[in-house]
């Protein structure tokens, strides 16, 4: 019986995530990784059982990190568009770009055909359902909007996630300046 070797198992996962990164999960096949690594294809899967096991491994822990700070931070019941409270919805997105931004762009852009593939849009909902809190429903006609406003947003922090080459100032300088545009725009709503 061979002896799994972890400086191999950490390897894999390093190649694993530059290639889910640079493509996807789905654009990404198991033999490249092995490729990539420097071992066999039947190598790889004494550390793996498939590419969905790799993925989980790599994407899991952060996956969990995310869903609690979110869910903690949009759940709170203290008014959205307060400054101390979009302050700390600004730091916290910051922050979770900032701690692991492949890791990010990997699993809210690249994850489709994963079982985190609806995360995305988890998130666009409570973000959506947190900025509903602030609206005055008398000045939107219904609520299709904020879904698509939720959506929009992401989609900048996305942007900002995969353009950032990990630099800290881009990242905090452009979340800033577009929490700023999308406030001032949910503000004519209040």
Partial sequence: MQVLKPEIREKILAAAEELFYETDYAGTSMRKIAENVGISFSNLYKYFDDKQALFAAIIDPFYHRIQTDLTSLFNEEHPPMELGIIER???????????????????????????????????????????SKSVNPNLLRNDFILPVLASNFFEGILKIAESSNNEPSFITDNVHTLVRYHMAGIAQFC
């Fill in 89 to 131: 919805v600004t730091q916290q997105i910051i922050h979770l770009v900032q701690t692991d931004r492949r890791k990010f762009v990997i699993l809210m852009g690249r994850s489709t055909e994963t079982p985190y593939a609806n995360f995305r849009d988890e998130v666009v909902g409570m973000l959506a359902k947190h900025m």
